[in-house]
């Protein structure tokens, strides 16, 4: 089994900051992870996704991610946040064992300040 | 369509009422997901379907909820004899299903807005 934790449910910070949203997983397989957004009354969208290969994975809106398998994380980044940015951010973990499905974080709530 | 599509967006039932919710996946898509999100949380998968079949419905919390995807695109969600703690927000996302394995991108619709009263 699988599981993603994500640490702070609510991020604010400065327009022009850094973003670093947190996500660490579990599983006893090569995991396979996924970062979505979610905008009020908007279904989810993917922002990037690691498979295999280059840990250092570049997603859409500027946003990137780092797969470190010593650490078990998979944190978000954006070098300077804009005020579109804020929305909801959900981690997610599957493998190509057992249920397909992702299993997914509870989400952390970014805020952008003016 | 463009993405998937789901209907209704929002649906306010009794408790003791039966519901019906439907996916429209992506043209071409083999495969169909149900997700359910509550509040503050992530959204927690119910089922998968592979084509017709239900391949995996380890996440339907019980005999309460069923789900069909008779000619393996548009599926219904089912939900019997309701309760309160159903209310939520139900998801479905569809997928290619490219390589036969689980790298494929899941596309969400909007969702829809279940609340039993």
């Known amino acids: 089994a699988q599981s993603v934790t994500q640490l702070g449910s609510h991020v604010s910070v400065s327009e022009g900051a850094l973003v670093l949203l947190r996500c660490n997983y579990s599983?006893?397989?090569?995991?396979?992870l996924f970062w979505y957004v979610q905008y009020p009354n908007q279904g989810l969208q993917l922002l990037l996704k690691?498979?295999?290969?280059?840990?250092l994975v570049k997603g859409i809106n500027g946003f990137e991610a780092e797969f470190k398998k010593s650490e078990t994380s998979f944190h978000l980044t954006k070098p300077s946040a804009h005020m579109s940015d804020a929305a909801e951010y959900f981690c997610?973990?599957?493998?190509?064992?057992?249920?397909?499905?992702?299993?997914f974080g509870s989400g952390t709530r970014l805020q952008v300040q003016p | 369509g463009a993405g998937v599509s789901q209907t209704p967006s929002n649906k306010v039932t009794e408790k003791g009422k039966y519901v019906e919710l439907r996916c429209d996946p992506i043209?071409?898509?083999?495969?169909l997901y149900w997700y359910r999100q509550s509040l503050g949380q992530g959204p927690e998968f119910l089922i998968y379907?592979?084509?017709?079949?239900?391949?995996?419905d380890s996440g339907l919390p019980n005999d309460r909820f069923f789900a069909v995807r008779p000619e393996g695109s548009v599926s219904t969600l089912k939900i019997q004899r309701t309760e309160r703690g159903d209310s939520a927000v139900y998801l479905c996302?569809?997928?290619?299903?490219?390589?036969?394995?689980?790298?494929?991108?899941?596309?969400f619709g909007p969702g829809t807005r279940l609340t039993v009263l």
């Open positions: 996302a569809s997928s290619f299903l490219a390589g036969g394995t689980s790298t494929d991108t899941q596309y």
């Open positions: 599983s006893s397989v090569p995991p396979y």
């Open positions: 690691y498979t295999t290969g280059a840990t």
């Open positions: 997610a973990v599957t493998t190509d064992t057992g249920r397909r499905a992702l299993t």
């Open positions: 043209s071409g898509h083999t495969a």
């Open positions: 379907f592979q084509g017709t079949g239900a391949a995996d």
